[in-house]
């Protein structure tokens, strides 16, 4: 099994729909992630959480909120989907002790479609 | 503001050749970095870090180099083998701030010919 999973891993959603990106990971690590990648513009961090009671807005956090459920799992919440939202959502971990032996471990991604 | 970029968006290599992969940081503050391949469908996986504190540092068949002077990285790959098409991302650790304390560059599609 994946360290940390994504599901789904393909989504096609309508215009204002209400959609949820769940990530769930058994790496243990304390800190989790949400990135959006888009072709040329790299990995941008939508929001990220150093522990369950911490929810830190990213740079992109506008048209998404997030819920850390449990340590292990992090979810995406697009409220009303837009077509702009479309792209490759990831999610990743890491763990406060060892971020700077490991980096970031990252899920195989979402890719979600708003049509 | 503070970013990571990359001087090539593509490299086309031989197979066998050695390649070589360029990232620019800005922030003289950031203390530790890392490089990342991203083959297609897949999310970014760990390739090599180095500290700030080092220049040099060697995995298998990859070396990435740090020069502070210039706010330099780059990553060497020997022997490029097809399986090393993907695309390579820099990251850079600047702690605060809206990106996070991981900032990442764009990224450099390698292809490898036959």
């Known amino acids: 099994d994946a360290d940390v999973t994504q599901t789904p891993r393909n989504r096609i959603t309508k215009t204002g729909k209400r959609i949820m990106l769940e990530c769930s990971q058994t790496?243990?690590?304390?800190?989790m992630y949400w990135y959006r990648q888009d072709p040329g513009l790299g990995l941008r961090l939508i929001y990220y959480s150093f522990d369950v009671k911490d929810i830190n807005k990213g740079e992109i956090s506008d048209g998404y909120s997030v819920s850390r459920q449990a340590q292990a799992k992090f979810s995406l919440s697009l409220e009303s989907a837009i077509p702009n939202q479309t792209a490759l959502y990831f999610c990743?971990?890491?763990?406060?002790?060892?971020?700077?032996?490991?980096?970031?471990?990252f899920g195989s991604g979402t890719r979600l479609t708003v049509v | 503001g503070e970013s990571v970029g990359l001087h090539l968006p593509t490299l086309s290599v031989q197979e066998g050749d050695n390649s070589i992969i360029n990232c620019a940081y800005s922030n003289s503050a950031s203390d530790y970095f890392i490089w990342y391949k991203q083959e297609s469908g897949k999310g970014p996986q760990f390739i090599i870090d180095?500290?700030?504190?080092?220049d040099k540092r060697q995995g298998q068949r990859v070396t990435v180099l740090l020069n502070k002077t210039v706010k330099h990285l780059s990553l060497q790959i020997a022997a490029t083998q097809p399986g090393d098409s993907a695309v390579y991302f820099c990251?850079?650790?600047?702690?605060?701030?809206?990106?996070?304390?991981?900032?990442f560059g764009k990224g450099t599609k390698l292809s490898v010919k036959p």
């Open positions: 990251a850079e650790r600047n702690y605060g701030g809206s990106q996070g304390n991981l900032i």
């Open positions: 990743a971990t890491s763990d406060v002790d060892t971020e700077d032996l490991y980096g970031y471990t």
């Open positions: 790496k243990g690590h304390d800190r």
């Open positions: 180095i500290r700030s504190n080092m």
